[in-house]
């Protein structure tokens, strides 16, 4: 059929060589080939043999095979580089694309559209993605992991309560620390659930007051310690406020939580060693603890008693005026020294004090007459000055009277009618216009001016004070009139 689609287009099979007897020429069976292989895309799985991605290549090449076959592939750099996969021997992949064939060479390669990893090799993969992120944030570095308690009060274990794990780990605290507390919580260790219940098992053996919490479970396939590869168990690991000890699966398994727990354990067996010190070992701890404590005890006596004895042989021990010979005899040497000054200061004053007195006698006279002649000297000159001062300022007087008459005139005229309204109203709100009217103001004996009848009573003295003078009265009686206004408030 082939034959006869290249007979029917003959100007197709000129162009690729063929000859004049009809039969196909190399290149026109390459085309041929090649048309038909690449209008077909399949989707394969295999595993990789070889890999060719050399820098400068403009492709990546490399070979999957299974047991009965291999298939060389090529995979332009654009395409491989959008994957994020970086291939390696023995993995297994998922190809997406079409058979091509290089004519030049006679060869026939897959070219990949789409590539990516199948079945364990896509998980571990995303593993080391997930390993890669929390390194980066500093999850999985030494110096944020704590130390171990040495004797742990309260232990926690959070694994599956089914499995061979937790009795390898309480026959081992039981056997090492019989003296610690183990609080359990049984969880699901398989599964997509494992591992929010690993979660919430770690945060209740915290609340039950574990110091130490041991993750751990038995071996098994990669695919079935995935749950320890979930990044919400990691980042709740390195968040707990205990150290974190993990024994998952056997010693050549890793997963993302024994890379961020405080201490990493090959086994569940070793994990519960890790955390509860064996009974020989505390023996010879504390056998070397008392050696020690008494060595430093013994040593402390020793150095406290060579003090002891220091201080015991010093002479103020011995000789209570020790303390304070010093200090007498420095009082001694000050008093000779004294005695022996006095006489001669007094002497040397008493020597300064008569030549002062002589200097004193002798400049006494010649001051008086030089201040005596300075005295009769200024004595003149004032009586020389006086009747002028007066004249002139005499004359200075008239001078300022006249200008002030002057001035005053005028200003007086200009307040003149203001002070006599202001007279007019202060007498008119007088208290004596108003006794001139035939008012009286009585006051008791304090000198309060009496509103009300409450303010006297019967037998008390007050004083009533009229236009002209005042009244000494006393109340024989009290009587109330009720009005609306009080009199004396409409007065004020």
Same mark, same amino acid.
């Given at each position: ?16 060589? &063929? ?17 038909? $292989?690449?209008?077909?895309? %399949?989707? $394969? ?27 060389? =592939? ?10 994020? +996969? ?28 789409? $590539? ?10 995303? #593993? ?15 110096? *944020? ?16 309560? *089914? ?6 780990? $309480? ?16 969880? !699901? ?5 494992? !591992?929010?219940?690993? +979660? ?12 130490? %919490?041991?993750? +751990? ?85 020793? *150095? ?82 006086? !009747?002028?001062? !007066?004249? *002139? ?15 005053? @005139? ?27 009217? @035939? ?10 001016? #009496?509103?009300? +009848? ?10 009533? &004070? ?6 000494? =009265? ?19």
């Amino acid at each position: 059929m082939a034959y006869r689609e290249n007979e029917g287009r003959s100007a197709t099979r000129g162009a690729a060589g &063929a000859s004049d007897s009809g039969a196909l020429s190399v290149s026109g069976a390459m085309a041929l080939a090649k048309g038909a $292989l690449e209008g077909v895309t %399949v989707r $394969l799985i295999g595993e990789v043999s070889e890999v060719s991605c050399k820098p400068g290549y403009k492709a990546a090449y490399f070979t999957v095979k299974d047991k009965g076959a291999a298939l060389p =592939c090529m995979m332009w750099n654009n395409r491989y580089e959008a994957t994020g +996969v970086r291939l390696a021997m023995g993995q297994l992949v998922e190809l997406t694309g079409r058979f091509t064939l290089y004519a030049a060479k006679g060869r026939m390669n897959f070219d990949v559209f789409s $590539l990516a990893l199948a079945g364990e090799g896509m998980l571990r993969q995303q #593993v080391a993605d997930l390993a890669r992120k929390l390194e980066a944030e500093g999850l999985m570095q030494a110096g *944020r992991k704590r130390p171990l308690p040495m004797l742990p009060a309260c232990v926690g274990l959070v694994t599956s309560p *089914r499995g061979a794990a937790v009795h390898d780990v $309480l026959r081992t605290l039981r056997r090492r620390f019989p003296l610690a507390r183990v609080v359990v919580a049984g969880v !699901p260790v398989e599964g997509r659930e494992a !591992p929010a219940r690993v +979660v919430e098992g770690m945060r209740a053996v915290c609340s039950g007051g574990a110091e130490v %919490v041991l993750v +751990v479970r038995g071996g098994g396939s990669f695919e079935d310690l995935m749950p320890f590869n979930d990044e919400g168990l990691a980042r709740a690991i390195a968040a707990c406020p205990v150290p974190v000890v993990t024994g998952i699966g056997h010693e050549p398994d890793t997963s993302i939580a024994d890379m961020v727990a405080d201490l990493r354990a090959s086994t569940p067996t070793a994990a519960a060693e890790a955390v509860a010190p064996a009974r020989e070992n505390l023996e010879s701890l504390f056998e070397a603890q008392a050696r020690s404590l008494a060595a430093c005890a013994s040593r402390c006596v020793e *150095r406290e008693t060579a003090a002891f004895m220091r201080l015991a042989d010093r002479p103020v021990f011995s000789d209570a005026a020790y303390l304070f010979a010093a200090e007498a005899q420095t009082l001694d040497l000050a008093a000779d020294r004294l005695a022996r000054a006095l006489p001669a200061n007094l002497g040397r004053d008493r020597v300064r004090l008569d030549a002062t007195a002589d200097r004193l006698r002798l400049a006494g006279p010649r001051v008086v007459e030089r201040e005596r002649s300075a005295l009769t000297g200024a004595c003149e000159r004032f009586a020389r000055a006086l !009747p002028l001062a !007066p004249a *002139r300022e005499r004359s200075r007087v008239e001078v300022l009277r006249d200008r002030l008459i002057v001035r005053g @005139g005028a200003v007086v005229g200009r307040f003149e009618t203001e002070a006599q309204v202001a007279a007019a109203r202060l007498h008119d709100l007088s208290p004596l216009a108003v006794l001139a009217r @035939g008012y009286a103001v009585a006051r008791t004996e304090q000198g309060a001016v #009496v509103k009300r +009848v409450e303010q006297v009573g019967e037998g008390s003295r007050i004083s009533v &004070a009229v236009s002209d003078g005042e009244l000494a =009265c006393r109340v024989e009686s009290t009587r109330r009139i009720e009005t609306s206004v009080e009199p004396w408030e409409e007065t004020a």
